[in-house]
């Protein structure tokens, strides 16, 4: 199987001049993560979700705090991106993707755009079928964060840890899961001003038996864990098998599942930790 019996077509594209808005929108009118920015010379960079999402802290620099649908791509984009053949074989692509953390590769010939072979697209190659795997050979620990913390927090250890977040209620119970589209496709500022609306949280600190509680005030925050998160979250148990899994992904249009016994999270399973054995 080849770059060609996978890649997704027409492919989307976007110029360096124009601005993040006009990217975003094509990205959720296509339901897609990345596009191509491209010239008259030919592709001259990408650009992601993550990039936009990754954006969003307040410690970025003065042009970066700006409304972020006015910054032009360029700005954000990824020069100079990795790129294929339509005859490059998919475990070769895999491989590409794994060793320098892409998540999607143009492929090029006589140099134009003529496809693009994503993550998703090797999901739902054949190569899945062979994976014979329990969920708990593969799912990682999950990293956690409260439903009260801050954006600027949840960017920080996402980029930090370059991995998903899973959001949890007081008592440690499941509450959300927070991903790069859930950063890139917020709209976090209020249309009047072109702030962010802020507010103040109140959070649980302590319960005692008898059922009294005590409650602090945490410091205003523009946005917090639970306005960002998606919930319900997809769950699956630890003896389930991967191509179960793979199931359940294509079938709730997810990238990732959290690993659950009751109400206890185990871990959390990703579509790259499966790409990862496609590319063994």
């Avoid at 590769?105 to 134009?112: A, T």
């Avoid at 994976?131 to 996402?158: G, W």
């Avoid at 600190?205 to 306005?227: F, L, N, Q």
């Amino acid at each position: 199987m080849i770059a060609s019996d996978i890649m997704t077509t027409p492919v989307y594209v976007v110029g360096p001049s124009e601005n993040i808005a006009h990217a975003r929108n094509l990205m959720l009118k296509h339901k897609i993560s990345r596009l191509p920015v491209v010239q008259e010379t030919g592709l001259m960079g990408i650009i992601t979700k993550k990039d936009i999402g990754y954006r969003l802290r307040h410690t970025e620099p003065v042009w970066r705090r700006r409304p972020i649908d006015l910054v032009p791509v360029e700005l954000l984009m990824t020069p100079d991106p990795f790129s294929v053949k339509p005859d490059e074989v998919v475990k070769t692509i895999a491989g590409l993707m794994v060793t320098h953390d892409i998540s999607g590769l143009p492929v090029i010939e006589d140099l134009k755009i003529v496809g693009i072979v994503t993550k998703s697209d090797i999901f739902r190659s054949a190569y899945l079928g062979s994976l014979t795997l329990e969920v708990s050979d593969l799912m990682e620990d999950a990293i956690t964060v409260s439903r009260y913390h801050s954006l600027d927090h949840i960017v920080n250890l996402m980029i930090e840890r370059d991995d998903k977040l899973v959001v949890v209620n007081n008592d440690g119970t499941l509450a959300g899961i927070i991903t790069e589209s859930n950063l890139a496709f917020y709209k976090c500022t209020d249309k009047k001003s072109g702030d962010m609306p802020e507010k103040d949280i109140i959070r649980l600190r302590k319960e005692e038996s008898a059922g009294r509680k005590y409650y602090r005030d945490v410091m205003s925050v523009s946005v917090v864990a639970e306005d960002v998160m998606t919930g319900p979250v997809v769950t699956i148990s630890p003896e389930d098998r991967i191509c179960e899994a793979v199931l359940l992904m294509r079938e709730k249009h997810v990238s990732s599942l959290v690993i659950v016994e009751g109400d206890e999270i185990k871990g959390i399973l990703k579509r790259d930790d499966i790409i990862k054995e496609v590319a063994k």
